[in-house]
């Protein structure tokens, strides 16, 4: 068996804010969807989402789940509002 030359981090126990952030946006932006239309704010979800993955990775903070579950969410807004868009599109061409 061979061993990793890299020494594991052990994590800190420190949970990652921009992970918190980006459920949080990600939570405003699902219930915009049919109550306030602020959908939009999925795309700051993702965005947090994949730099707090970046983050908790190199600061071995923990939140992993929060910024996965923030991009499930925001990912599955956007493909929502993809066929919600092309689904409008032979209405308009008549």
């Known amino acids: 068996m ?5 020494p594991a981090r052990a994590k800190t126990g420190r949970l990652n804010k921009l992970a918190v ?4 946006l990600a ?10 239309g602020v ?11 994949h730099v ?5 990775q190199s ?4 939140g992993r789940g929060l910024a996965v579950a ?3 969410i925001g990912y599955a807004i956007a493909t929502l ?11 308009a061409i008549r």
């Open 21 to 24: 952030a980006a459920i949080v």
């Open 27 to 36: 939570a405003v932006a699902a219930s915009g969807l049919w109550v306030f």
């Open 81 to 91: 509002a993809l066929f919600t868009s092309l689904s409008f599109i032979p209405g």
């Open 52 to 56: 707090s993955l970046n983050q908790i």
């Open 39 to 49: 959908a939009i704010l999925a795309v700051f979800a993702v965005g947090a989402g």
């Open 2 to 6: 061979s061993s990793s030359s890299v």
């Open 70 to 72: 923030a991009l499930v």
């Open 59 to 62: 600061r071995a903070e923990r």
